[in-house]
């Protein structure tokens, strides 16, 4: 074979994986598959009782969270979350947007752009809040006796569709 010919008796073989975008060793991708596995999203139409109804520990993120599927929905993707007491999730980034509304309790986030330029946002029960795609956050539960919870509504299935969704933590938090 020659430069600028093609051979078509021996064309390369290339593996296709369904894996996803940009598998780092600080990826969160596969902890998220295995657990999402493990507790596959809820479907409804409605749920009620968010500050009461029943979570599954996410011990990766030190969180218990539970994923929905609403009415069907193809582009946004629901979960709740809480935090212990005193406690806190892991700092990490995700390139879903995420519209976040305090379900219960107070405490804070802190997003920065690679650990830099650190900003704090206070919240509590009632709030709702966001920052820019692909920043860093990290949420804090400020009581030390009662759990907090929050919604986080996100562009997960859009952005699984088109073969762009990453997770990663920030590396400080690696085991
Ligand atoms: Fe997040």
Redesign the pocket.
């Known amino acids: 074979m020659t430069h600028g010919t093609v051979d078509t008796d021996h064309q390369p073989v290339l593996e296709a994986r369904n894996q996803p975008l940009s598998q780092t060793h600080n990826s969160e991708m596969g902890q998220r598959e295995e657990w999402n596995k493990k507790n596959p999203p809820t479907e409804a139409v409605i749920v009620r009782g968010l500050k009461t109804t029943e979570l599954t520990p996410r011990r990766y993120r030190n969180t218990k969270a539970r994923f929905y599927r609403l009415g069907g929905d193809i582009r946004l993707q629901p979960h709740l979350s809480e935090l212990p007491p005193g406690g806190a999730s892991v700092n990490?980034r995700?390139t879903t947007e995420?519209v976040i509304y305090i379900v219960k309790g107070h405490g804070h986030t802190i997003v920065s752009w690679d650990g830099v330029n650190s900003e704090r946002i206070d919240w509590q029960e009632d709030d709702m809040f966001s920052f820019p795609v692909w920043m860093w956050?990290q949420h804090f539960n400020d009581s030390e006796t009662e759990t907090c919870r929050y919604l986080a509504i996100q562009d997960t299935f859009m952005v699984k569709a088109i073969g762009l969704h990453q997770i990663e933590r920030f590396p400080e938090n690696q085991d």
């Open positions: 990490h995700h995420a956050h």
